[in-house]
């Protein structure tokens, strides 16, 4: 009488919550609005808060992992794209601690773009372990292009970004800060792109 739903599997519903959680720290990134050094402050601790969860996030799917003797797809692969999702959220937080630490309350066009292709590639990751969760492999490889677009796209940005920081900046300690800067999004950047590879890599061996 009743259609019965699919039973999720609990690994790959660790896994969307740990990408949704990495979404989520993007997002407030992204969209937090700074105004004083105290905002840089407030948004540095909120960050920390969402890096904390994530860091539990991937000890509770790692405990899961060391109790399970069968795993959907091969427990590498799940651990694997667990970290680097981690990773992610590790550079965000990082970047904010240093926003905080270099006490700069406005950003430029550079910054903006990095973190909304940065926000972006977060969005597609989350797409992909909702396929994931519901045995859609193929249908992932989409989403990882995606991705590696948005890293591409900051690859450039980080180009453009230096030269004209040398070009327009005569502080050298700004230049300096922001330099550090623009290099931490391009990491976070090719954090995104390693999710993607293993992403490629689980379509590969699992579709």
């Known amino acids: 009488m009743f259609t019965q739903r699919k039973k999720q ?39 920390k808060k969402f890096e904390t969860g994530g860091d539990t996030l991937v000890h509770e799917l790692i405990a899961m992992l060391n109790k399970s003797f069968m795993t959907p797809i091969e427990r590498e692969d799940i651990l694997e794209i667990a970290i680097k999702m981690d990773d992610i959220l590790d550079g965000l937080e990082q970047f ?22 940065i926000r972006k590639s977060t969005d597609e990751i989350v797409k992909a ?13 989409e989403h990882a292009v995606q991705v590696k677009e948005y890293e591409r796209i900051c690859d450039e940005v980080l180009r453009t970004s230096i030269k004209q920081l040398f070009l327009r900046e005569t502080d050298p300690i700004l230049i300096i800060k ?16 390693g999710v993607a590879n293993t992403i490629e890599t689980i ?5």
Do not use: W
């Open 9 to 47: 599997d609990p690994f790959f519903t660790a896994l969307l919550e740990i990408s949704k959680n990495v979404q989520s720290g993007a997002h407030y990134t992204y969209d937090y609005k700074v105004e004083s050094v105290s905002d840089l402050k407030e948004l540095s601790v909120q960050m």
């Open 96 to 117: 904010t601690a240093y926003l905080d630490m270099f006490a700069l309350t406005s950003a430029d066009e550079y910054v903006e773009t990095f973190l909304d292709n």
């Open 129 to 141: 372990m909702e396929l994931l969760s519901n045995k859609k492999l193929p249908s992932m490889r």
């Open 178 to 193: 922001f330099k550090d800067l623009y290099e931490q999004l391009e990491d976070i950047a090719d954090s995104c792109q």
């Open 203 to 207: 379509i590969m061996r699992n579709a």
